[in-house]
């Protein structure tokens, strides 16, 4: 008859930590008292960030729909108060969006803004 | 040809045949919405910005799919304090099939010409929001408190 190893449910609950530290550095994806570790650090860096990430994005779509206003003579801040005051509310992620596929539609967009200043 | 439509408080960009994540959407799986807030809609030619809304213009759309984001794991922690807390959450969504967007009453799509025009007399229900459209006042009729029917179309 087989033989029978004692740990099982250890075993099973040691391993559901370790393999969720799958591609962390040393002993941290090896042992589970390094791996445990590293998952809680992981999973409250993932919490921060999954906040974070919408201030990135923001920041990153206002350098895009900034570079593309200065093709059209406008500085970011002034494009912003254009399409403000023209009324037009698209927000900053599908503005970037357009300045990096639609120029043509941008370029429509920046005239709006332009004509809503004077 | 594609329109920015407002649903969830997020806006997308979209083009006929695309299907959308968005959040969850009261409508059940097969039934039409149609998307009042429109921000733009251009093409490659021309296009019209709203202020901020373009008047008399919708996106229609199927859901194809009420389901649920991947999970996502909650987890909170202070340390030397004891505090540790972990909850698994999963966003409800809706995946969305764009079929055809309409400026001015106009259909853009041809092969969706007689889907739309069916739905066109059937009774509509109310939205939630108060965006006043000319032609919502004219088809909100006594649907308001009623369940939205699978033929309803359900405006966003």
Do not use: C
Not at chain 1, 88 to 95: A, N, Y
Not at chain 2, 11 to 21: A, C, N, P, S
Not at chain 2, 25 to 53: C, H, Q, R, W, Y
Request: charge should be positive; proline fraction near 2%.
């Amino acid at each position: 008859m087989a033989r029978v190893k004692r740990g099982v449910t250890k075993h099973a609950r040691h391993k559901k930590v370790v393999d969720r530290a799958k591609g962390a550095r040393g002993r941290q994806k090896n042992t589970f008292r390094a791996a445990k570790q590293r998952v809680d650090k992981n999973l409250q860096y993932a919490y921060r960030d999954r906040r974070r990430k919408k201030r990135i994005f923001r920041g990153l779509w206002i350098q895009r729909i900034n570079a593309a206003s200065r093709e059209h003579g406008m500085t970011y801040s002034q494009f912003v108060n254009g399409i403000k005051k023209a009324g037009i509310e698209i927000d900053r992620k599908v503005l970037a969006d357009l300045a990096v596929r639609e120029p043509l539609t941008f370029k429509a967009l920046a005239e709006q803004a332009q004509a809503a200043l004077l | 040809m594609f329109a920015v439509i407002k649903t969830g408080g997020k806006q997308y960009k979209v083009v006929e045949e695309d299907v959308v994540r968005i959040e969850k959407l009261d409508a059940k799986t097969g039934s039409k919405i149609a998307f009042e807030n429109v921000l733009m809609v251009g093409d490659s030619t021309s296009s019209t910005f709203g202020t901020p809304l373009v008047e008399g213009a919708s996106v229609a759309g199927t859901v194809m799919e009420q389901g649920r984001d991947d999970k996502i794991l909650v987890f909170k922690r202070k340390r030397r304090q004891g505090y540790r807390r972990l909850k698994g959450h999963r966003q409800h969504v809706t995946l969305v099939k764009i079929t055809n967007i309409i400026t001015n009453n106009k259909k853009t799509s041809p092969s969706e010409e007689k889907a739309s025009a069916k739905d066109k007399p059937v009774g509509k229900v109310a939205a939630k929001k108060k965006k006043a459209t000319t032609k919502k006042t004219s088809s909100n009729k006594k649907s308001a408190a009623k369940k939205p029917a699978s033929g309803d179309v359900i405006k966003e």
